[in-house]
């Protein structure tokens, strides 16, 4: 529900570039996290996609969302056809950024709010040029019926 919701938040800056949002995600139990939080963990993933495929132009212009269960966590992967990323630079650290324009402190701080809420951020290094990041997030327990 929360990527609908933030791919309504994004939209029209994909439109305005001309990228295409997928996600189709499957039935899943909800994530122990709170939600203002992780909404702008997916803002800022999916804006610095966006981002990336405006400045390479590819011809696949896309970003790509997927949400799984992996192991006892949520898995969520924003993966875009952009250019992918220097690894020359500690995308993590402050202050470090790709970007001519950039701070470097998005995914500093991204990583930060995914990590306070239980989970994991990190770049996938899964050999193509597009970016993949993936974050988890520990699955609430079930509360049962009272």
């Not at 295409?20 to 909404?39: G, H, K, M, T």
């Not at 930060?112 to 597009?130: A, C, F, M, Q, Y």
Request: proline share 8%.
């Amino acid at each position: 529900e929360l990527v609908t919701q933030t791919f309504r938040l994004v939209h029209p800056e994909a439109t305005e570039h001309r990228v295409a949002l997928i996600c189709d995600p499957p039935p899943l139990p909800p994530a122990l996290a709170n939600r203002v939080q992780i909404a702008q963990v997916m803002v800022n993933l999916m804006r610095n996609a966006i981002q990336a495929i405006a400045q390479t132009q590819p011809k696949t212009r896309q970003i790509t969302v997927t949400t799984r269960i992996a192991d006892s966590d949520l898995l969520v992967q924003v993966e875009d056809t952009g250019g992918g990323v220097d690894t020359s630079i500690d995308l993590f650290a402050q202050f470090e950024t790709s970007k001519p324009d950039g701070m470097g402190l998005g995914l500093s701080f991204s990583r930060s709010i995914v990590e306070s809420n239980g989970g994991r951020l990190w770049l996938d290094d899964h050999k193509t040029p597009s970016s993949r990041f993936c974050f988890t997030l520990p699955i609430a327990p079930e509360v049962p019926n009272a």
